[in-house]
């Protein structure tokens, strides 16, 4: 089992930022891990995903704004979140694969305009 715990979530104006973190209960080092966001009345979508070399695959509505880092030794995945917009606003899951799929509870993220 892997627990994921998010943080950094909350209310922030648009064209502002925030920083999310995940943390993980067990090591990351080979897992992919992912953001994935849901917004009301919507279906999950991802917004991005970093393997365990560093290397990054994003969304287009985030590209440029949004970026993934890992710390493999905190067991910590990151999401930068720049230049926000209100579309933005949504609830933000970690999700870590390896063998099978684990998510966190999520953190609302809210933008107003």
């Known amino acids: 089992q892997v627990q994921l715990v998010e943080s950094g979530g909350g209310l922030v104006q648009a064209g502002g930022s925030l920083r999310l973190s995940c943390a993980a209960s067990?090591?990351?080092?080979?897992?992919?891990m992912g953001w994935y966001r849901q917004a009301p009345g919507k279906q999950r979508e991802l917004v991005g995903t970093?393997?365990?070399?560093?290397?990054?695959n994003y969304a287009d509505s985030v590209k440029g704004r949004f970026t993934i880092s890992r710390d493999n030794a905190k067991r910590t995945v990151y999401l930068q979140m720049n230049s926000l917009k209100p579309e933005d606003t949504a609830v933000y899951y970690c999700?870590?694969?390896?063998?099978?799929?684990?998510w966190g509870q999520g953190t609302q993220v809210t933008v107003s305009s």
């Open positions: 067990r090591s990351i080092f080979s897992a992919t």
């Open positions: 999700s870590y694969k390896w063998l099978r799929d684990y």
């Open positions: 970093i393997i365990n070399d560093g290397n990054t």
